[in-house]
């Protein structure tokens, strides 16, 4: 049974209502563009799954989840680091770009290390071979959206797109709301659904379908897991005066405004844009009252961005305003990242939380679970550690402990249920 046929058989039991749609032509051909890019994607895993040998049986196989979840890493770095909207993963490289970009050699050495490459394999060929696979589908996208536009004189079926309800159509399920767009299907819960259309504006049909369709890039990737359930997020949210999260997406952002990849798409749900631009934003500068830092847990993105951290606690220091940033990272207690920000001058206090102290949340369809790896929870403040006084110091110190026992707390209950 896969992951859709079990969301369908909970959520059929409560009652259904489908939900008009109101796209225009035009429109439908933009969406169509973002639905060619999950196409593509699908097609560029078959291709390295049936080029490794890999069995492509859904959620069955541990070479298919660690094949795919090492895709989505790599995707995550090329939107991040080279972001040109038209092309399929934000970059227009070459064969020969693919194997020097530094995050594709990890790549490959992580499907080493996780054995998915075996060492009586031919790793240079292999290598090679995913490169022309990932260069060969961005031009193949190229080739096709190229030529997708509206028009009345009609050539082809994409040319002039149809809203077909049976084949673009939402539903209501009280709790969840089904989303079908072709073949691709995703199910957020109802309060994920009404967050993503009303929290910073009101956005359109269009706007909407066109968000799930651009993170249909990373299909129910492990990046959109987050820390605790939403009370956490709004437990510390009024301890440390937190709105802002440095990394998040409409999948699972709780504060009213969020950095994530695309601004493009998510601007009008309350995002920054890339968090990498954070420091050239004005009106994060002047409305950010503090934040959260969880970056999704790619190594080399970690350790660029944690320097970052000082960067922002910097700005605020100087105008000696209060502003607190509260880290969620995994505990590896070797890695740049970690000793940047346990080594910070802002660095106030931090807790380990061993397997089992803690739950992640799946935000989209309000899905819990236990991780099986220790983390850390840092917390820094922009000017605690200058302050004679140490009032405010001690009151930051009290509220995170505070913060910590909710989360053992939380992981105990939710033990407790299962």
Do not use: V
């Given at each position: 049974m896969t992951k859709n046929q079990k969301y369908t058989k909970k959520i059929k039991r409560n009652s259904k209502k489908q939900i008009k749609l109101y796209i225009t032509p035009d429109e439908l051909c933009m969406l169509d563009k973002e639905y060619f890019r999950f196409v593509l994607y699908e097609k560029l895993l078959n291709h390295i799954f049936n080029l490794l040998k890999i069995k492509n049986k859904y959620g069955v196989?541990?070479?298919?989840?660690?094949?795919?979840n090492a895709v989505d890493r790599l995707i995550m770095n090329l939107i991040n680091d080279i972001h040109k909207p038209n092309h399929i993963f934000f970059t227009d490289f070459t064969k020969n770009d693919f194997i020097k970009y530094k995050e594709y050699r990890k790549f490959i050495d992580e499907l080493k290390e996780k054995k998915v490459i075996k060492r009586t394999d031919n790793i240079k060929n292999i290598s090679r071979k995913i490169a022309d696979l990932f260069y060969n589908i961005n031009l193949e996208y190229l080739s096709k959206v190229k030529h997708l536009k509206y028009s009345k004189i009609v050539k082809t079926?994409?040319?002039?797109?149809?809203?077909k309800r049976k084949d673009i159509y939402l539903i209501d399920w009280d709790s969840y709301i089904?989303?079908?767009?072709?073949?691709?299907t995703k199910y957020i819960s109802k309060v994920r659904y009404d967050k993503i259309r009303n929290n910073y504006t009101k956005i359109s049909d269009y706007q909407f379908l066109r968000i799930i369709l651009r993170?249909?890039?990373?299909?129910?990737?492990?990046?959109?897991?987050?820390?605790g359930d939403d009370e956490l997020y709004l437990m510390i949210k009024d301890k440390f005066n937190i709105n802002c999260e440095l990394f998040g997406s409409p999948l699972n952002f709780?504060?009213?405004?969020?950095?994530?990849?695309?601004?493009?798409?998510?601007?009008?749900?309350?995002?920054y844009g890339s968090f990498y631009n954070i420091l050239d934003n004005d009106n994060f500068k002047t409305t950010s009252t503090g934040s959260f830092y969880s970056p999704p847990y790619v190594p080399s993105l970690m350790d660029e961005t944690s320097k970052m951290i000082d960067d922002i606690l910097n700005i605020f220091n100087k105008q000696n305003i209060d502003y607190n940033i509260i880290c969620f990272l995994p505990n590896w207690e070797d890695s740049e990242h970690f000793k940047t920000l346990t080594n910070s001058k802002y660095h106030i206090t931090n807790k380990k939380l061993e397997i089992g102290d803690?739950?992640?949340?799946?935000?989209s369809i309000n899905q819990k679970l236990l991780l099986s790896f220790p983390?850390?929870?840092?917390?820094?403040?922009?000017?605690?550690?200058?302050?004679?006084?140490k009032k405010h110091y001690n009151?930051?110190?009290?509220?995170?402990?505070e913060s910590m026992n909710y989360i053992y707390n939380e992981a105990n209950e939710f033990k407790k249920q299962k």
């Open positions: 196989s541990y070479n298919i989840n660690q094949t795919k079926d994409l040319e002039k797109p149809i809203l089904e989303i079908h767009y072709k073949n691709y993170y249909s890039l990373t299909k129910d990737s492990g990046q959109q897991w987050s820390y709780i504060m009213p405004r969020y950095c994530s990849m695309f601004l493009d798409t998510d601007e009008p749900t309350g995002s803690y739950i992640c949340q799946k935000k983390s850390r929870c840092i917390l820094l403040n922009s000017i605690a550690n200058q302050e004679k006084d009151k930051l110190i009290k509220d995170f402990k």
